[in-house]
């Protein structure tokens, strides 16, 4: 028997009941039939009613190999190219009809492959353009594609033709308005001439004898359920088709239970659970699900409070530990998962998670309803967290490695990643910046169509595997950040659905949440209202979900400078004022200061990044009050690596060359958005004479020399994932090689091979010096409260960050020349190389140093290397030391000529490279002059090829010497 998906809500019956979206003849075609096809481009939605014009039928076939309804077979006509040969004939008055002359050969089915449906979306012709299609009502339910059963030969079946219902995957009955005393009208098809009865709860309505159409009219005479059947018996079998018209009994009306929250409410004993809902305004809401077989009952008919605003019922005979799933059916008509669940099946995207990924993933109950639905399960399994002792990074210093999972392991998995976490420690990343991870439309999205926020994206494993991840994450010491979209949702979102203007195809207008039309310039999905107190409940409650459940340490809130209701757009949410938008906006500012507010409550210290690219005035002021901002300095940073220099000064990227107090400014030169700066590089670079930014491995150059800078500078940072060995695949490329900007947010290769290139890994090495500098005791200072001076408008580029104690000087070299950089160190002595070891005697005025094209150094005061750092003090400017060593490099025959300023004691040492003490020798007390000093041919013997250091020293003044070894 054939059932017929109640459309669960009391409808208004519309238009002719002889009138169907599509109708096939014959009715029960099967696989070598040839069946004709009308389609009325009057009903459904409606795409193509009254239009001029050709219209052509897109169509395939569901057979046994299919996985689901969106796994079409052996489709006739490519998408993008309408054939003449799938045009329709237009019969007027909005029908289109097409033939077929043999269903299994038409589609080339091979024998043996079992057809079990044909599957339709009809199109219009506009070449180039947007395509017009008409589906089915409900574009949200099988993307609106329409499908008709196809029979096995000699089948004997029957169906209701009236009241009518669209062709989707599940037959859906359209809109009946009814209650008690409302007549419904009947009919029935048989497939052959039988005996057919029509029958209303358990009674014969009207009965034909060798019939194959049977008519009628039925009273309803009773509220809750009622039952319609069709039956036609052959004398050998019986066959029957149903569908059910609910007649809601009054709501009941009763106060919310103290301490539940919305969602799911579970009780001790693990047998019972309560669900909330908050929907005011709506009529009814009954509770669909496994526990009563997906039909609509008055026993699940929730209770209503008072002041209409919410919707409870508690839910007992639970088993523990069982997962159930289960809907809101709202007014009868609309059918929606629970916005505060935590797990959720998709009919669509589901059957594409391989269970390695997900293990045991509970089955979708196909056949017994439609759209996305919720889980609940009590009993579940208690995660038992680790990490007990950590602390969140200070957020001054902050190394952020922004991570698509999707395109970062090849198993895209929780497990996968947390098995990576020798990589980040390594590289020296103190936070992991995770692209939305809580349900989005689809498997393969960015994350930026959010649909359901406390569930955690099946595609990337279970949640209990999220939490290990977070866990171990922690013990390294490792921050996790959620990048979190609540300036917008999409179309799946329940609470869009809730209320939507069907016909205007938005927000309604008494939608709690969100604005019919967007507010602001660059919005995608559908604009929340964050001036609503019921967006700022929301906001509120999922945050702190995401921080207490998971142990979040923060968010990277998504498009942030749309939390505004200043209107900037027309009325249709089009021509809006960019720079209007931009400017600064009071309201905006309250908003976040009282979402910070919110945050730090909920989990003090917790992280708020901001992507709001706004002026400076009101990131100012944001970044004052604790909030962290991003920077976006791709384009600088990347003219600087191509050797532009017009456009190169990236001295934005300071948060004190911003005037903020705060070093809250998020500064980067790559991110998910951003075009790779290896791509840039090697297609836009520059060059002079034999020198060539463009070559692959002077590229890789020019980026380290742009992430030191980067890198080198006070504050928090991002790196985007493979960053540090020099991803050069662009943002828009395309699985087949190609470059499209259709493909910006499509899978993208991922390089681990790039660790078999000894320059990349140069390339990653570089970005791990520098993350291990900030790091160090000595120096990590620098990077939070550090004071800067610099020059980053020329090609050769200086930046200066000092404390009372550690100091930093950067040099490089932009150009595609080689140049004499002029630079004056803040302090003299001996300063060290971070990347080489190498020494420099710094003489804290102008001094020239040259570097070659690409070449860059970082200087410290103190030498990181080996167990003793050298010191370096300042030096009486009138008084120097003055010392040479004859011959140089070292020999047995050299000797250490040197003139003191004053009398004192005098001892002279000598050193390593690393600083590490190899000889020290006290020569006395020495009266102010010149002196001789004959090193010990038994020390030198027994050194080493190689730079060292001889350090002279009278009371407390000090001076360095590199010698030679050869």
Known sequence: MRKFLLPLFLLLLCGSLNAQLISVSPTFPKDGDAVTIVFDASKGNKGLNNYVGDIYIHTGVITDKSTGPGDWKYVKMTWNTNTPAYKMTALGNNKYEYKISNIRSFYGVPAGEEIRKMAFVFRDYNPGGSVREGKTSDLSVDQGNMYWDVYPANTHAIRFTEPESEPRYIPYLLPQSASVGSVINLKAVSSKNASLLLILNGNNLQSASNASIISGMATITTTGENIFIATANDGITTVGDTFRIYVAPPVNVSPLPAGLKEGINYEVGDQAATLVLYAPGKSRVNLLGDFNNWTETSAYQMNKTADGKFFWLRISGLTPGIEYGYQYLVDGTLRIGDPYCEKVLDPWNDPFIDPTTYPNLKAYPTGKTSGIISVLQTKQETYNWQATGYQRPDQRKLVMYEVLLRDFVTRHDWKTLKDSLGYFKNLGINALHLMPFNEFEGNLSWGYNPSYYFAPDKFYGPKNSLKAFIDECHKNGIAVIMDMVLNHSFGQSPMVQLYFDGISGRPAANNPWFNPVARHAFNVGYDMNHESADSKRFFSNVCAYWLQEYKLDGFRFDLSKGFTQKNTCDVNGGNCDVNGWSAYDASRVAIWKGYYDTLQKKSPNSYVILEHLGVNDEEKELASYG????????????????????????????????????????????????????????????????????????????????????????????????????????????????????????????????????????????????????????????????????????????????????????????????????VSFPQSGIWYDLLTGEPIAATGSAQNIPLAAGAYRVYLNRSLAGTTPTPVYDIDRSALLIMQVRPNPLSSMSVLLYEIPESGSVRISLFDISGKLVSSSNVGNKAKGGYQYRFDPAVIARLRKGVYLVELQINDKRKLLKLLVQ
């Open 627 to 822: 909030m962290m901002l991003w920077g976006n300095m791709n384009y600088n940073f990347t003219e600087a690596a191509k050797g532009q220099i017009s456009n190169s000064n990236f001295r934005g990227a300071l948060h004190s060359d911003r005037g903020w107090q705060q070093p809250h400014l998020i500064s980067y030169m790559e991110s998910h958005d951003e075009e790779r700066s290896m791509v840039k590089v090697k297609n836009e670079g520059l060059s002079s004479g034999g020198y060539n930014t463009k070559d692959p491995v002077t590229a890789l150059k020019r980026n380290e020399l742009a992430a030191t800078f980067l890198l080198a500078m006070p504050g928090p940072k991002l790196i985007w994932q493979f960053g540090e060995l020099g991803y050069d695949l662009s943002i828009n490329y395309c699985s087949n090689g190609t470059i499209n900007n259709n493909c910006r947010t499509d899978q993208k290769p991922i390089r681990w091979n790039y660790y078999t290139d000894p320059d990349r890994v140069k390339l990653r090495n570089v970005y791990r010096s520098m993350l291990e500098l900030r790091k160090n005791p000595y120096f990590s200072d620098l990077f939070a409260a550090g004071s800067t001076a610099y020059d980053l408008a020329p090609a050769l580029k200086w930046l200066q960050v000092t404390t009372d104690s550690s100091k930093m000087m950067v040099i490089g070299n932009f150009g595609t020349t080689q140049g004499n950089i002029q």
